[in-house]
């Protein structure tokens, strides 16, 4: 009853609620969830400002995380981002000449960029002097072929394949 009112007070297609339409677009839906996700990634970008940069602790800026737990909530956390970082390299292996994938290799790289650095400022320039030569080698070399991934993936890439879409580093066919 209360659908039939609404198409009946929206007019054909029952525009005063689109979502229970059956001339709902496709498209119209592409472009709601393509909104929905840009706030997920606001959402995230924030969060990253708020700890790796204004130093919030992590169980202020996520309160799932409590203080007692923190070593192993933090080793899940890890553990997570470097799976995400391992499927898309994956992906990337598999689908070598995506310009897409190429990108957002780039991207997802890029991102791991300033907590590494974050990271190495925080815990291993104070004490750099201190560590092993062995493990202050390995730590520096770890951390500059993070920073250099970016570039790499950028340069090396394979995305040389031509395609009729466009897109960064695709070449259009006539």
């Not at 054909?12 to 979502?19: N, W, Y």
């Not at 498209?27 to 393509?34: G, K």
């Not at 995230?44 to 737990?69: M, T």
């Amino acid at each position: 009853m209360l659908l039939k009112l609404i198409e009946r007070k929206g007019g054909k297609g029952g525009a005063l609620f689109p979502f229970h339409s059956r001339h709902f677009e496709l498209e119209s839906q592409m472009q709601l969830f393509r909104c929905y996700v840009a706030v997920l990634g606001v959402f995230e970008v924030v969060s990253i400002v708020r700890l790796l940069y204004l130093n919030e602790p992590l169980v202020q800026v996520a309160p799932l995380f409590v203080k007692s737990k923190a070593n192993e909530d933090l080793s899940s956390l890890f553990a997570t981002f470097i799976g995400i970082l391992a499927v898309g390299r994956f992906a990337y292996a598999y689908h070598f000449h995506s310009s897409t994938m190429k990108w957002l290799m780039v991207a997802i790289h890029a991102s791991e960029v300033p907590f590494f650095v974050a990271t190495y400022m925080r815990n291993v320039l104070p004490r750099r002097g201190s560590m092993d030569q062995g493990d202050r080698l390995g730590i520096e070399i770890i951390t500059a072929v993070i920073c250099l991934n970016p570039l790499l993936f950028a340069l090396f890439g394979g995305s040389t394949r031509k395609s009729t879409r466009g897109g960064p580093g695709v070449k259009k066919t006539q």
